[in-house]
């Protein structure tokens, strides 16, 4: 009996044993070869009695080629019909900007920046249909989605203040802030504008002074150079002048009529000068304002030809200067 068990123990025992490690080998396969191959097609085609071959070539030559175009077509799609939605927003934006600002240039400028916005658009979008593609070809894209996450945080936070700059520069040149030529007035300095970027602005002091100004840095600017615009001259007169100061605003708005109706100055004053009164005054002086509406282009000039025009007026009219008084002297 010990020789029967031992001469049939070795035989029964791989009989059974190896073809069932061949089935699950077997069937081990074809589920890794069902999961690599994919797709509702290829399912379709094993349950119908094709060969995991044929399926697996099918699947490769048929949908992964019509699945590749059909992204692509919608790529096109989207990336040329989102484009001219951007640029019909930036255009009425253009128009509403030209409207309040009165500039010209504000159309040609949202025009350009509109197909810069555009061309971004565009950009993102065949970027991302390249990933879809690349997925569809087998590729994991999952390494390269991190260290791309990765590298763009740490570029994002290294360079933040640049993307500020950036981004001011595209909202001031949508929104048209200032133009070139433009006197405006940032941080106290007052120049005008000879360069704008996306990033910086130049502009050039009154005494030649070049400032570079990022677009992120500016919060406060005052444009100079947009509507209309007052040349204000504030004038000093002796405390007793005060007793005639009907006789003082009549020489004040005599010389600033003058002044308005040159030929130099007549087309740019849009209305009559104003002697606004007396502001301020104390024991020995007091302070009178003209105003005279103008253009932008015209108010610096005009302010001095009007303060010259009142001074020499009030001279004449013994008026000017305010008097000093006296030093005291000891006894």
């Known amino acids: 009996m010990l020789q029967i068990g031992a001469y049939f123990a070795p035989t029964i025992q791989p009989a059974v044993t190896t073809p069932s490690l061949a089935a699950s080998?077997?069937?081990?396969?074809?589920s890794n070869t069902v999961d690599?191959?994919?797709?509702?097609l290829y399912h379709l085609l094993v349950k119908l009695g094709?060969?995991?071959?044929?399926?697996?070539?099918?699947?490769?030559?048929?949908?992964?080629?019509?699945?590749?175009?059909?992204?692509?077509?919608v790529a096109l799609i989207i990336a040329r019909?989102?484009?001219?939605?951007?640029?019909?927003?930036?255009?009425r934006l253009a128009d509403q900007t030209a409207t309040r600002s009165g500039s010209p240039r504000a159309g040609a400028r949202v025009a350009t920046m509109s197909g810069v916005v555009a061309n971004v658009w565009r950009f993102f979008v065949f970027v991302v249909a390249g990933a879809i593609v690349l997925g569809l070809f087998g590729i994991n894209l999952t390494p390269l989605l991190a260290s791309a996450t990765i590298i763009g945080a740490t570029l994002g936070f290294g360079a933040q203040q640049i993307v500020r700059d950036y981004f001011s520069g595209i909202l001031m040149t949508v929104?048209?802030?200032?133009?070139?030529?433009?006197?405006?007035?940032?941080?106290g300095v007052t120049g005008v504008v000879e360069d704008v970027t996306m990033r910086l602005t130049r502009f050039r002091g009154v005494d030649g002074t070049i400032y570079i100004i990022p677009n992120g840095d500016i919060r406060l600017i005052a444009n100079n150079s947009r509507g209309w615009a007052r040349a204000i001259v504030d004038l000093t007169l002796p405390g007793a002048s005060a007793a005639d100061l009907d006789m003082v605003r009549g020489v004040i708005e005599g010389a600033a009529h003058e002044v308005a109706t040159r030929p130099e100055f007549a087309a740019h004053s849009t209305e009559p000068p104003r002697v606004v009164g007396l502001l301020t005054a104390d024991a020995s002086t007091i302070t009178l304002r003209v105003m005279l509406l103008t253009v932008p282009s015209q108010r610096d000039v005009l302010t001095r030809a009007l303060r010259e025009a009142a001074v020499t007026a009030l001279a004449k009219a013994a008026l000017w200067p305010a008097e000093v008084s006296p030093p005291s002297t000891g006894s």
């Open 25 to 30: 080998s077997a069937l081990l396969g074809t």
């Open 175 to 187: 929104e048209d802030q200032y133009n070139v030529g433009d006197s405006v007035t940032v941080g």
């Open 36 to 40: 690599q191959g994919g797709g509702w």
């Open 81 to 91: 019909y989102g484009a001219k939605v951007i640029r019909r927003l930036l255009e």
């Open 50 to 73: 094709v060969s995991p071959d044929t399926a697996t070539t099918v699947t490769d030559l048929v949908i992964r080629p019509l699945s590749i175009l059909v992204v692509i077509l």
